[in-house]
């Protein structure tokens, strides 16, 4: 195996010599793609938000990058915008997973592709693979739509994980919100899941839904930034509290903001030592081992 490098940038310092973050992150929130497919997104940020991409990097200098400034193990997800894109984007994420070492996925899918549960199972043995992304925003799909029912069934069974985009934030529409989500969490109340960007713009609601669902973990990504006024807000208590169920995430590169900034001001917090060591470090290396089948699946 190889590791990529990335380009040459401006943005300052490695993020190992920003205390009090521990030397080596897990940045769990990536976002990687084929190169033409990441220039199709980078113009529809332009079209659908008006958002200009300002890290305008192929896959392997993301990679880079990312490890020139402490990251070590990253998780990346892509998703099928439609159907009939899973499958390409799958056999592409096995060779570069096969390739750059300590990169992990959660792999897209589709419910009308047609992949019977044998498909799934055998995707599931690729080496990397730790789960599915969904972005119901983008898909335009419910959580709780019978046709992923065998799927949610399979990643229990196989002790994987799913990386959900079911917030209303920075946008929303009919498939997302905490009320969505809900009505999936009555029938799976056990269901293994990352609910991405903190649950925004809904903190409140995802946060209370912590309380009864103990596989649920929220990432931190595009939620500390306070350039945009639409932050996490429900205080370093909450934080401090749910420490051991939130992961650090970047959403790199994909993002209109210096990566930098939600880095810094989490920092600015001041809060304890085992947060930080926890949410950029340890709760992501757990969970990969436990996706992975090397650490204990039945503690949550």
Same mark, same amino acid.
């Given at each position: 195996?190889?590791?990529?490098?990335?380009?040459?940038?401006?943005?300052?310092?490695?993020?190992?010599?920003?205390?009090?973050?521990?030397?080596?992150?897990?940045?769990?929130?990536?976002?990687?793609?084929?190169?033409?497919?990441?220039?199709?997104?980078?113009?529809?940020? %332009?079209?659908?938000?008006?958002?200009?991409?300002?890290?305008?990097?192929?896959?392997?200098? =993301? #990679?880079?990058?990312?490890?020139?400034?402490?990251?070590?193990?990253?998780?990346?997800?892509?998703?099928?915008?439609?159907?009939?894109?899973?499958?390409?984007?799958?056999?592409?994420?096995?060779?570069?997973?096969?390739?750059?070492?300590?990169?992990? =996925?959660?792999?897209?899918?589709?419910?009308?592709?047609?992949?019977?549960?044998?498909?799934?199972?055998?995707?599931?043995?690729?080496?990397?693979?730790?789960?599915?992304?969904?972005?119901?925003?983008?898909?335009?799909?419910?959580?709780?739509?019978?046709?992923?029912?065998?799927?949610?069934?399979?990643?229990?069974?196989?002790?994987?994980?799913?990386?959900?985009? #079911?917030?209303?934030?920075?946008?929303?529409?009919?498939? #997302?919100?905490?009320?969505?989500?809900? $009505?999936?969490?009555?029938?799976?109340?056990?269901?293994?899941?990352?609910?991405?960007?903190?649950?925004? %713009?809904?903190?409140?609601?995802?946060?209370?839904?912590?309380?009864?669902?103990?596989?649920?973990? !929220?990432?931190?990504?595009?939620?500390? !930034?306070?350039?945009?006024?639409?932050?996490?807000?429900?205080?370093?208590?909450?934080?401090?509290?749910?420490?051991? $169920?939130?992961?650090?995430?970047?959403?790199?590169?994909?993002? #209109?903001?210096?990566?930098?900034?939600?880095?810094?001001?989490?920092?600015?917090?001041?809060?304890?030592?085992?947060?930080?060591?926890?949410?950029?470090?340890?709760?992501?290396?757990?969970?990969?081992?436990? =996706?992975?089948?090397?650490?204990?699946?039945?503690?949550?």
């Amino acid at each position: 195996m190889t590791t990529a490098r990335g380009g040459d940038f401006q943005d300052n310092s490695p993020v190992s010599e920003k205390k009090p973050l521990p030397a080596e992150i897990v940045d769990f929130h990536v976002h990687l793609f084929p190169d033409r497919l990441f220039e199709a997104i980078r113009r529809r940020f %332009l079209t659908d938000y008006q958002a200009e991409v300002i890290y305008n990097l192929n896959w392997r200098e =993301c #990679v880079g990058y990312l490890r020139e400034r402490g990251v070590g193990a990253i998780v990346y997800s892509n998703y099928a915008h439609r159907a009939g894109v899973a499958r390409g984007l799958n056999e592409w994420n096995r060779e570069i997973l096969a390739e750059v070492d300590d990169l992990y =996925c959660f792999a897209p899918f589709h419910p009308d592709d047609g992949e019977s549960p044998e498909d799934l199972a055998r995707l599931f043995e690729a080496p990397g693979i730790l789960g599915v992304k969904l972005h119901f925003l983008v898909q335009r799909i419910s959580p709780a739509d019978e046709r992923l029912f065998p799927l949610y069934e399979l990643i229990i069974e196989r002790g994987k994980y799913l990386l959900f985009h #079911v917030g209303t934030g920075p946008v929303g529409n009919d498939f #997302v919100g905490a009320r969505q989500f809900e $009505r999936l969490l009555r029938r799976y109340p056990d269901l293994p899941v990352i609910v991405a960007h903190m649950g925004g %713009l809904e903190y409140r609601e995802f946060g209370d839904f912590m309380k009864d669902h103990p596989r649920l973990y !929220l990432d931190t990504s595009f939620s500390f !930034l306070s350039s945009l006024g639409l932050g996490f807000d429900l205080g370093p208590e909450f934080l401090e509290e749910h420490k051991e $169920r939130i992961i650090y995430g970047s959403d790199f590169p994909n993002i #209109v903001f210096p990566r930098e900034e939600e880095i810094d001001n989490l920092i600015d917090l001041g809060l304890s030592g085992e947060f930080y060591r926890r949410v950029f470090s340890e709760n992501g290396r757990e969970l990969i081992e436990r =996706c992975r089948g090397l650490k204990n699946r039945e503690s949550p």
